[in-house]
């Protein structure tokens, strides 16, 4: 079945230092790939996605791309911010009958000053 | 829009007492979606409805779990009779049901049995 797989946290970084994590995925056809923060005490917000082969999501600095021959869809940012501290969850929904979104486990962001 | 909106936001109970989680999602939205967040387990899709009609609840834990949608803008999960392991944060999230679109989440019910 469709599956998400994303870079094990902790990550800590420093203020202004570059971040990249990973998430690749599993699934037929062409799903939609999501990105989604959560901060602490807060519920899950989408921060950008993506719907096709290409397509590149952006959003508060972050961008991801939709690279469907590596079946990955990659987080980064330039320079991160200590607001930029969260859990950050990778997902997908499939094209099938439920399409329901299938989330990552999530990776956990520090950003220190 | 307001979002989704949960409450209580905050529910301490004792073991063996009933819970209720109520869910009101974002208007016009006809998918509704029960997930349950701990450490150990990360995110666990528990239930979900089509309007308004629970299309699949193989993630509910057990029997003590229930949801019900009466109408498409509310929502309950009733956990009936609690156990310390349900201690959990609650998220509810809607989405208008078309293939390409995210959820968007609620904030949550923390959930701790004692």
């Known amino acids: 079945g469709d599956s998400v797989t994303q870079m094990e946290g902790p990550v800590t970084l420093s203020e202004e230092a570059f971040l990249t994590i990973n998430c690749t995925y599993t699934?037929?056809?062409?799903?939609?790939l999501f990105w989604y923060v959560q901060y602490p005490g807060e519920g899950l917000q989408l921060l950008l996605k993506?719907?096709?082969?290409?397509d590149k999501g952006s959003n508060k600095g972050f961008e991801a791309t939709y690279r469907k021959e590596t079946t990955s869809f990659h987080l980064e940012k330039g320079s991160v911010q200590v607001s930029d501290s969260a859990v950050y969850f990778c997902?997908?929904?499939?094209?099938?009958?439920?399409?329901?979104?299938?989330f990552g486990k999530g990776t956990k962001l520090s950003v220190k000053p | 829009d307001a979002g989704v909106i949960q409450s209580p936001r905050h529910e301490v109970t004792e073991m063996g007492q009933e819970v209720t989680l109520r869910c009101k999602p974002i208007?016009?939205?006809?998918?509704l979606f029960w997930y349950r967040q701990t450490m150990m387990r990360g995110l666990e899709l528990l239930i979900y409805?089509?309007?308004?009609?629970?299309?699949?609840d193989s993630g509910m834990p057990e029997d003590r779990f229930s949801a019900k949608m009466p109408n498409a803008s509310f929502s309950t999960l009733k956990i009936q009779p609690s156990e310390p392991r349900d201690s959990a944060v609650y998220f509810c999230?809607?989405?208008?049901?078309?293939?390409?679109?995210?959820?968007?989440f609620g904030s949550g019910t923390r959930l701790t049995v004692v």
């Open positions: 999230a809607s989405s208008l049901g078309e293939k390409r679109g995210g959820y968007t």
């Open positions: 699934a037929t056809g062409y799903p939609s």
């Open positions: 993506a719907t096709k082969a290409d």
């Open positions: 997902a997908l929904r499939g094209t099938g009958s439920q399409g329901n979104l299938i």
């Open positions: 208007s016009g939205h006809n998918s």
């Open positions: 409805f089509n309007n308004n009609v629970p299309i699949d």
